[in-house]
């Protein structure tokens, strides 16, 4: 069963003995609700500490209905504040720049890369992905705008591991639960350039799609394991039909798992685009194209994002009880 449509069953309540995929909403609270299951006691005891510090942590709080114990109310605040960093691209008191109108690329000013914890009220939506391109038709490739998702990857994890401060360590761990997350989608480390197009098609959202599908392909593959973001506005209701999708994630391999590496999971996602999401019936345009429910591209795409989601989680899990002090 397609996870968009186990998804509309499980909110009328028609779930049964069905199989049960970033990155919408419930696709980042399922890897987070994933990894979660997999932190040492001292870790999750560490996470919480830090996540209060959020400044969105007395709204996620109120949420959480009276009678929660304490560990299902930690674990619904680690996995809602993997989100924040969307949440924050319709909050008034952040805003973006950059030279792009839509904030995704960065200035090239030393504000682009800043790490100075809550302070800073700039979306920073560059840092949700990095556009390393490839061409089929041997376009010129362009340069990898940075600081990307790589770079912040990183930069949030020696913070972790360091003395730094609660306050910075508290922003640096919100923004890894996000972007751990979302260099495992594919179409955040990738970009096609075309001849037609030389600077790239920004992860497919520039590839058009009509029929029962998302509006551009990068769309449909953000949206997978859920596209319901006003319902998603209440965490906790968000967080159980995570916990649902959590259940059918495949077990990683794992030599996999415990890979590290933030530019090994990017190589990951682009060679996972290049092989399997620009793949019939995705051409070498920009569309629009149409992506048939039920095909071989959608049943492909559906083990694809289970696969790294589960992947996501893994090293998320792996991540912070190596590295969180």
Excluded at 36 to 55: G, I
Excluded at 75 to 87: H, L, N, Q, S, T
Excluded at 210 to 223: K, T
Excluded at 249 to 268: C, D, F, Q, Y
Aim: aromatic letters at 8%; one cysteine or more; proline letters at 8%.
């Amino acid at each position: 069963m397609h996870i968009k449509r186990l998804l509309r069953c499980v909110a009328t309540g028609c779930l049964l003995a069905v199989s049960l995929s970033a990155w919408g909403p419930v696709g980042h609270m399922t890897i987070a609700y994933e990894a979660y299951q997999h932190l040492t006691p001292e870790t999750k005891a560490r996470v919480a500490v830090l996540l209060k510090l959020n400044p969105d942590y007395a709204n996620w709080d109120k949420q959480i209905p009276p009678g929660t114990s304490q560990a299902d109310h930690d674990r619904i605040i680690f996995v809602a504040a993997a989100i924040w960093a969307d949440d924050i691209k319709g909050e008034p008191q952040y805003s973006d720049d950059g030279p792009d109108p839509g904030g995704n690329i960065p200035s090239g000013t030393p504000a682009s890369a800043q790490n100075v914890g809550y302070s800073d009220v700039l979306r920073h939506r560059y840092w949700h992905f990095i556009d390393v391109p490839f061409s089929p038709d041997r376009t010129t490739l362009p340069a990898v705008p940075t600081p990307n998702a790589e770079t912040q990857i990183d930069a949030f994890r020696a913070v972790l591991s360091s003395d730094q401060p609660d306050a910075l360590k508290s922003y640096d761990l919100t923004w890894l639960l996000h972007l751990i997350g979302d260099i495992h989608q594919p179409l955040h480390a990738t970009t096609r350039a075309i001849a037609t197009d030389p600077l790239g098609d920004a992860g497919g959202n520039k590839v058009t799609l009509f029929g029962d599908a998302d509006f551009n392909l990068h769309a449909y593959w953000d949206n997978l394991p859920g596209s319901e973001a006003q319902f998603c506005a209440k965490k906790v209701h968000c967080v159980d039909r995570a916990s649902v999708v959590a259940t059918t994630l495949p077990s990683p391999p794992p030599a996999t798992a415990h890979n590290t590496k933030t530019s090994v999971w990017v190589h990951e996602s682009f060679e996972a685009a290049r092989n399997v999401v620009y793949q019939a019936p995705i051409g070498p345009k920009e569309g629009p194209y149409t992506i048939v429910p039920w095909s071989a591209y959608e049943t492909k795409a559906v083990h694809l994002a289970q696969e790294r989601m589960a992947l996501a989680a893994a090293r998320m899990a792996e991540v912070l009880n190596r590295e969180l002090k």
